[in-house]
């Protein structure tokens, strides 16, 4: 099962919404959790110019691995 705590409808860059429509489970794992988060912001006090990223998406799963295809 995929657990997206987000709404697909409400990304609006065209790279991220075809990546969102690729996470889909491989044949055989579909008792496996994954949580997919979406625009996980990260701040910085330490860099100078740069005080804060994001991670289009962050993966999770109680395995700790996941491989894209």
Not at 5 to 20: L, Q, R, S, V
Not at 30 to 54: A, D, P
Request: no cysteine.
């Amino acid at each position: 099962m995929i657990y997206r705590p987000y709404n697909p409808w409400h990304i609006t860059n065209e790279g991220e919404t075809a990546a969102d429509r690729q996470f889909i489970l491989r044949p055989g794992s579909e008792n496996e959790l994954l949580l997919i988060i979406h625009g996980l912001r990260l701040n910085s006090r330490f860099h100078r110019t740069q005080m804060s990223g994001e991670f289009d998406f962050v993966i999770l799963s109680k395995s700790g691995s996941w491989s894209w295809k």
